[in-house]
């Protein structure tokens, strides 16, 4: 059963941190990109990072470049998102996926105050 679990979301005051993690299973992981992606309630899910399957190769969305970090462990089939200095416009359901997709999983829930 393929299954790609984000957690580590939370409420933060803006300028806070948060680790994202994602807890994949079911596929071959280190065959596949990941990505962070994002949805605010009545707006189309974006990417926020991706990461390559072996070489870590990144990239960022403009608005968080400097801010999010992104990593995995292939032997722990997991991939992180380390996220800085947080704005209210973070605020989001962040999800993870392969790229291309395997299967949205719930997303977890990220609320920056400000």
């Known amino acids: 059963d393929v299954q790609l679990q984000a957690s580590g979301g939370g409420s933060v005051q803006a300028g806070g941190s948060l680790r994202l993690s994602c807890a994949a299973s079911?596929?071959?992981?280190?065959?596949?990109?990941i990505g962070w992606f994002r949805q605010v309630p009545g707006k189309e899910r974006e990417v926020v990072s991706c990461?390559?399957?072996?070489?870590?190769?990144?990239y960022y969305a403009d608005s968080v470049k400097d801010r999010f970090t992104i990593s995995r462990d292939n032997a722990k089939n997991a991939v992180y998102l380390q996220m800085n200095s947080l704005k209210a416009e973070d605020t989001a359901v962040y999800y993870c996926?392969?790229?291309?997709?395997?299967?949205w999983g719930q997303g977890t829930l990220v609320t920056v105050s400000s």
């Open positions: 996926n392969g790229i291309p997709a395997v299967r």
């Open positions: 079911g596929f071959s992981f280190d065959e596949y990109a």
């Open positions: 990461i390559s399957e072996t070489d870590g190769t990144t």
